[in-house]
């Protein structure tokens, strides 16, 4: 990892942000991209103040065409790419017969396609400098809790296709990790799609009673990717939640039903 060279989706807020920050304190040169151009801007100059630097350009995910033009200007400007993190997502919520196949077809295409796209862009420039793949899939891949299918199925396909990747890759001298944190302080909500205000609302108390914040889960995969960890599981409550299911898979399934049954009558009784 001589050059140093970091491409971050979903660069413009968030989680993207504390990663590109996390790298710029190492002085990193780093390629940011979002839908967000002015959350771009800011995070380009946070990122200059931090140490590093680099370049924005936006790009949508669901666009293979801008990601491969997205990888073109890492080739010119940067000589290539060290580091790939697929970060850009969606939130969204909703029991399955309140989900409309629209918002199925959203979720895939943005979490789970957005990183597909995201690594086929960029592979041939990682198998050139023998790089890593970082890709930002969720708790929700593993537990799969209630009132949110298409969000837990598409983080789950960014799991097995990591997972893919790694004994892919491993041969071709390219590294893979997964992220999967839990709920964290993030503006998520802000691109949260859901059939009733009542789940938007649930999930943003969960968002904002979170112990840890964005810095902390940006700080925790910095250090676990130099290590070569490929699951990464930021939160201590994830990891005992994800050791109980390997453990006992019906106890978790028992208490997500518990969960399921909790959240339909609280709708209820605000319908």
């Known amino acids: 990892m001589q050059n140093n060279r970091i491409m971050i989706t979903g660069a413009g807020s968030g989680l993207g942000r504390e990663l590109a920050l996390r ?7 780093l390629a940011l991209s979002d839908i967000n151009e002015a959350g771009l801007a800011e995070t380009l100059q946070a990122v200059r103040a ?4 680099g370049f ?22 940067f000589g290539g790419i060290d580091i790939i993190v697929n970060n850009a997502g969606v939130a969204s919520g909703g029991f399955f017969e309140e989900l409309s196949l629209e918002d199925w077809d959203w979720q895939i295409a943005i979490n789970l396609m957005g990183v597909v796209k995201g690594c086929k862009a960029f592979l041939p420039l990682l198998q050139r400098s023998g790089g890593r793949i970082v890709n930002i899939a969720s708790m929700a891949a593993l537990m799969q809790g209630p009132a949110m299918s298409n969000y837990n199925v598409a983080k789950a396909g960014v799991v097995a296709l990591s997972e893919s990747l790694l004994a ?4 071709e001298g390219v590294g893979v990790h997964v992220v999967c944190p839990s709920f964290f ?5 802000d691109s949260f799609r ?5 789940m938007k609302e649930q999930v943003g108390k969960l968002l904002a009673s979170s112990p840890i914040s964005a810095g902390d889960i940006a700080e925790h995969v910095y250090a676990e990717v130099a290590k070569g960890t490929f699951l990464i599981l930021p939160h201590e409550q994830g990891r005992a939640a994800w050791a109980l ?3 006992d898979p ?15 009558a609280k709708g209820r009784q605000a319908g």
């Open 23 to 29: 790298w710029a304190r190492e002085g990193w040169r």
């Open 50 to 53: 931090a140490g590093g630097d």
């Open 56 to 77: 924005t350009q936006r790009c949508d995910v669901r666009d293979y065409s801008q990601l491969t033009a997205f990888a073109q200007a890492c080739e010119e400007k």
């Open 168 to 171: 892919e890759l491993k041969g």
């Open 185 to 189: 302080q993030t503006n998520l909500l």
């Open 194 to 198: 859901g059939p009733t205000p009542v």
């Open 245 to 247: 299911k390997q453990r």
């Open 250 to 264: 019906q106890l978790l399934y028992d208490e997500m039903t518990a969960m399921a049954g909790k959240m339909r």
